[in-house]
Every structure is written in C-alpha cells, then in structure tokens.
C-alpha cells in the first residue's frame, strides 16, 4: 500500500515540478538527496546556489533537510529555494518532509531508468564520478529543464563558488536563536587578543579511509603550542570544538573554551575566529569560507608555524 501510495505522491509531485518550472520558465536545480552531515549538504547547497546564479535558474535545496530550520533564510521555505522566498506555509513540517522525500525518490527511478523525457534528468556525482567542470555536466546544467543532483563532488573546493559567496552568506545567515550560544565562547575569551579556532574530528574518521586524517588529541596539543609560539606577543584563547568529549586536562595549560557536540553553534562560532586549525573536513571549510577567516589543516608531522601557513580559501 504505502509503495503505491508514495508512487502517488511522487507522480504529484512531479506533475507540479513540471507545471511550474514551464510556467515560470526558468531551469531548475535541485538538490536531491542528503549525502553526509551538515558540512557536506552545506557544501552541495553552496555549488547549487553557484549554478542558479550563473545560469538564472533556480534551486531547490531538497536535500538540505532538515537541516534547514537552524537557517533564517532556507528554514521559512516550504520549497526550500533559492533565491530565497518566503513560503504561505511557512511551518508545514509535515509537507515538507513528504516533499524531500519524494525528491529523493523521484531522483533514483529518474537516473535508474535513464530517463531523460521532457528534459527531466537526474545524476549521482559520486557514483558516476563527473567532472562538474568539464563540457557535459556544463551542457546538462545549460540545457536541461529540471536536472537533479544526487552525491558528492569530489573535483572542487570552496574556491569555485568564491565568487558568490555573498549570495551563500546572505542566505546560510543562522537563526538568531542561536545568537547567544554563537557568541558565548567569544565573551569567556574576552580578555584574548587573539581567538583561535581547533576544530578536533574524531568519530567516523578513525575508520574513514582508514584514518588517514585522523589525529590524536595529542597531536591537536602539539599545534596548539605551535601556534601560542607564533603568537607568542599575544594572548591566545582557543575555542575548542570536537564531535566527541575529550579529556580537558590535555588543555590545561591553554586559555581555551571547548565545547562538543553541537554543531550549528559550534560551526558558527568558527566563523568569528581569528584562525582556524582542524582536521581536514567540509565542516572546518565552511568555517572558514563561511567567515573568510585564515586556516590550517594540521598534519600529524609537528613543525615550526608561520603567519604565511594560514589561508584564506
């Protein structure tokens, strides 16, 4: 019952993806499915966000649920648009949880059959491996009508969608429910000359292609002497962040403020630093792209830090 019901829905759905993309004459892209945490859906919004500009279309960020309430601009969007606009219904949790994930389905039987009728096209970036620079993704995204975007990008970095950074600033801003809990760490390091952002993964990348960038706790204290050294005119507070707890007698001998597992407050609050050092991760990039604050990807190799290691994208 609930296979027919949801081919249904989805047939509903797009019938009035269809109608309104003719209606209103613009492309749409549209981000399909949610692949990873919030770093790597904000990743993929910002790259859907870069194509809508250039080509005048629109975007449709399906996939970014629900990580979109934590947003002022996308959490008001029963469509999840952009450009922004501001739904009728404006708090139907329940439709806009049918919608994404009729999207989501819709996007595997359109790309599974090779469907391509009416213009109406889906691709996996991650599974297909596409070069998202190259002719035929540029044609796909120039000439098809509703193009669906499934994966990861593999091929960019937060440098190709520079250009429209504004655009994904004004749209990502957080809710301001969140203000205070952003701002916390910065008023308990007050008396700091300097903020440094340390952004310690753990969790999944102990296993994830077999460790290769997870580091010790141990090797996260080593580049904080560093940078104390590199600073050493100055005081520095760290604003510590982790997506699991951690023994906080390894900072002791640091003016820091650590908090764990709350993502939004604690990507937001990288924003505001002075730097950033971390594991390298789209969590850490947004970070840094996002506030447009100079960064270091630390390495288990310990040496000697200078002002020209940190960069901006």
Excluded at 32 to 55: E, P, T
Aim: glycine letters at 6%.
């Amino acid at each position: 019952m609930n296979k027919f019901l949801n081919l249904f829905i989805d047939l509903l759905v797009l019938v009035f993806l269809w109608i309104w993309q003719k209606w209103n004459g613009k492309r749409f892209f549209i981000l399909a499915d949610r692949y990873g945490r919030i770093g790597n859906q904000l990743y993929m919004s910002s790259f859907i966000i870069k194509w809508a500009k250039k080509y005048n279309a629109i975007g449709i960020l399906a996939g970014l649920h629900p990580y979109d309430e934590h947003f002022k601009g996308p959490g008001s969007d029963l469509l999840l648009r952009f450009p922004l606009r501001k739904s009728i219904c404006m708090d139907c949790a329940f439709l806009k949880n049918l919608f994404v994930k009729s999207i989501n389905r819709i996007s595997i039987r359109v790309e599974k059959n090779s469907m391509g009728f009416f213009g109406i096209k889906s691709h996996d970036l991650s599974r297909k491996h596409i070069d998202t620079g190259g002719y035929q993704f540029q044609r796909w995204l120039h000439t098809g009508q509703i193009l669906f975007i499934r994966g990861f990008i593999l091929d960019k970095t937060y440098k190709d969608i520079y250009p429209v950074h504004q655009d994904i600033f004004h749209y990502f801003q957080p809710h301001l429910k969140y203000c205070d809990l952003i701002n916390e760490p910065f008023k308990k390091l007050s008396k700091s000359d300097i903020i440094v952002g340390v952004v310690i993964r753990h969790g999944d990348y102990k296993t994830w292609q077999n460790g290769k960038f997870y580091h010790p706790i141990e090797t996260y204290v080593d580049w904080m002497y560093e940078v104390v050294a590199l600073f050493k005119n100055k005081q520095v507070g760290f604003f510590i962040i982790s997506d699991e707890n951690q023994d906080l007698d390894s900072f002791k001998n640091f003016n820091y403020y650590f908090r764990a597992k709350a993502p939004i407050v604690n990507l937001y609050g990288l924003t505001k630093c002075d730097y950033i050092v971390g594991a390298c991760s789209t969590f850490t990039a947004w970070g840094y792209f996002y506030g447009l604050v100079p960064h270091f990807s630390i390495k288990n190799e310990i040496r000697k830090l200078e002002t020209s290691d940190f960069k901006l994208l």
